[in-house]
T-cell receptor, first 111, second 115 residues
């Protein structure tokens, strides 16, 4: 069974710090990796996608992928209170369109 | 442009009743997905449409659940003889094409409560 594991948190960081969110996955065939942000009572919002090993940066967000270690992470630089949310890691495999999600990590950014 | 829309936003129904949940995908998106999210969990896949046909319904929990997409755009998720365990947020997502590399965008969800 394909699994995606995340530390449920909560992860608490001060405003302006770097938040580091981690995710591991069990299916070595996984090829596409996504980070979604979900505010309380809202639906998941796509913030990053990454498909190849290495880093991908978009503004304050950097996604990192290491397929050999089956590990994907999300770094949020200069964290803001508005970043406080649950961050969901999701993966798909090759032509497999199903997103398999982790349970999410709750991030709290303290002013 | 307009995102994925879902109606109703909230639905309260009694055990044993029938409900329909509607999803209108992003214009031009050919792939449509239904997921279900329980409290404290990530969304779980239910069914996937490419065009009008259900390409994969392996996530539907039992035969009380059924979904259609008759014209390749709007989809309806139908739940018969609802049970309290069906209470969850039902999320619809769409993508430009099928395949794992396509990004899926979610609608606001329908919160279903079965009393």
């Amino acid at each position: 069974q394909k699994e995606v594991e995340q530390n449920s948190g909560p992860l608490s960081v001060p405003e302006g710090a770097i938040a580091s969110l981690n995710c591991t996955y069990s299916d070595r065939g996984s090829q596409s990796f996504f980070w979604y942000r979900q505010y309380s009572g809202k639906s998941p919002e796509l913030i990053m996608s990454i498909y190849s090993n290495g880093d991908k940066e978009d503004g304050r967000f950097t996604a990192q992928l290491n397929k050999a270690s089956q590990y994907v992470s999300l770094l949020i630089r200069d964290s803001q209170p508005s970043d406080s949310a649950t961050y969901l890691c999701a993966v798909t495999g090759g032509s497999n369109y199903k997103l398999t999600f982790g349970k999410g990590t709750l991030l709290t950014v303290n002013p | 442009g307009a995102g994925v829309s879902q109606t109703p936003s909230n639905k309260v129904t009694e055990k044993g009743k029938y409900v329909e949940l509607r999803c209108d995908p992003i214009s031009g998106h050919t792939a449509l997905y239904w997921y279900r999210q329980s409290l404290g969990q990530g969304p779980e896949f239910l069914i996937y449409f490419q065009g009008t046909g259900a390409a994969d319904d392996s996530g539907l929990p039992n035969d009380r659940f059924f979904a259609v997409r008759p014209e390749g755009s709007v989809s309806t998720l139908k739940i018969q003889r609802t049970e309290r365990g069906d209470s969850a947020v039902y999320l619809c997502a769409s993508s430009l094409g099928s395949g794992g590399a396509y990004e899926q965008y979610f609608g606001p969800g329908t919160r279903l409560t079965v009393t």
